[in-house]
């Protein structure tokens, strides 16, 4: 599954064809989880600025580019589409051959970025595989009822690198991971896994092509993104299990990295200023689903289980784990307190929260996170606003 993550909720792609559980088993709302089904291997997603909608991409035979309406949970096919359109931008990607052509099974949608643009028209960046291995451009226009996407341009990659993740730039340019070289076999995979050093970084412009990026050789970079100035890169290093932060156009290079202890996929700002990174630990059969938040200046990593938090809204029989107390102490401490001293009162947690404390609540944590605000200090303020709330509701 992927996981896109925004400031009050969490919303999980369920997979048609892929390594989840059979419909029959239900997809009811878990906690803030809330499910939206009949998807066709999901492999990115890319929200649309001030909007209900969500593009996905498609990593299975037969994938495509979809978009997803968070309102009404339906799903409509863009591209390969007959309703598609075609707008060959010459002059930025002159190097194009031209636009897709009939790929049938072997079209695949891989990593997706969404680079916002004037008046709802956006420029949508995707890690094609299939004919050929490129990075295809598409206009999305979103301000018709039903949003357009037109195909513009695209940028086939050099052999052989094997394209994973993409951020768009300002002149129509790109930056995008090798992940792991086309032509390798298991052995290699399973030595990148270990750790060993098989891919990087590369940036493509208009007019001078593609080029490596200094200092971004990595164990499997996979996710990918880009500070607001263009000085540095994030990216997720799966086979290293780390957060890699890159310096971009500075002599010397700076690189720092910090262990996830998981396999790093997928990286998106959050609003808070901080990056969430998603991907897989374990080992089968007890393969797990991690999130974290990474402080870009500090690296301090923060852990966001999907299970536990996804939880702890809602449920008060939730437990946290101690990795989860060592590294949320304000969520432990405002649990405890309203496990501990208010559970005889059998109240649900989400019945007691009401929505500007559950506001503080979220703000209150971020300045814990972000080093502003000690966890004493906010567990302290927490109660106190707690403890009026229900003295009130008790007397009223």
């Known amino acids: 599954m992927k996981v896109l993550m925004s400031l009050g909720f969490i919303i999980t792609l369920s997979l048609v064809g892929g390594s989840v559980a059979a419909k029959a088993a239900g997809y009811d709302a878990t906690g803030n989880v809330r499910f939206i089904c009949d998807q066709l291997g999901p492999e990115d997603l890319a929200a649309v600025p001030g909007s209900d909608w969500v593009l996905s991409s498609g990593m299975l035979a037969n994938g495509a580019i979809r978009l997803i309406n968070l309102r009404d949970k339906s799903t409509t096919v863009l591209f390969p589409s007959a309703a598609s359109r075609e707008r060959p931008n010459k002059k930025t990607y002159e190097s194009c051959p031209g636009p897709i052509g009939s790929e049938g099974d072997k079209f695949r949608a891989h990593g997706l970025y969404l680079r916002p643009g004037q008046n709802a028209v956006h420029t949508l960046y ?102 607001k100035d263009g000085k540095w890169l994030y990216i997720g290093g799966w086979g290293s299990q780390s957060f890699i932060r890159l310096s971009r156009g500075q002599t010397p290079v700076k690189k720092d990295s910090v262990s996830v202890g998981f396999h790093l996929d997928n990286l998106r700002w959050a609003p808070d200023g901080t990056l969430l990174a998603a991907g897989q630990g374990g080992t089968a059969p007890s393969q797990t689903s991690n999130v974290v938040k990474v402080n870009p200046t500090t690296l301090k990593v923060q852990e966001l289980s999907v299970n536990e938090l996804g939880q702890l809204p809602n449920n008060v029989s939730f437990t946290p784990s101690a990795s989860f107390q060592a590294q949320q102490p304000l969520l432990t401490a405002q649990y405890k ?36 605000l000690s966890a004493s200090s906010a567990a302290s303020s927490m109660q106190s606003q707690m403890k009026n709330y229900l003295a009130t509701a008790a007397s009223g």
């Open 126 to 227: 995707v890690v094609h595989h299939g004919g050929r291995e490129s990075i295809e451009v598409f206009e999305f226009d979103a301000r018709p009822k039903a949003p357009t996407l037109t195909w513009i341009g695209c940028a086939v990659a050099p052999d052989p690198i094997g394209l994973n993740s993409v951020v768009g730039l300002s002149d129509g340019g790109f930056i995008t991971t090798n992940f792991l070289p086309r032509g390798t076999d298991a052995a290699a995979r399973e030595r990148m896994m270990a750790g060993e050093i098989n891919g990087e970084v590369w940036e493509w412009h208009p007019g001078t092509g593609w080029k490596k990026v200094p200092g971004s050789e990595a164990a499997g970079p996979n996710g990918l993104e880009i500070s």
């Open 337 to 372: 307190y309203i496990q501990v001293d208010h559970y005889a009162l059998g109240e649900a947690f989400d019945n007691i929260m009401p929505g500007t404390i559950d506001s503080y609540w979220y703000q209150t944590n971020s300045a814990v996170f972000g080093g502003t």
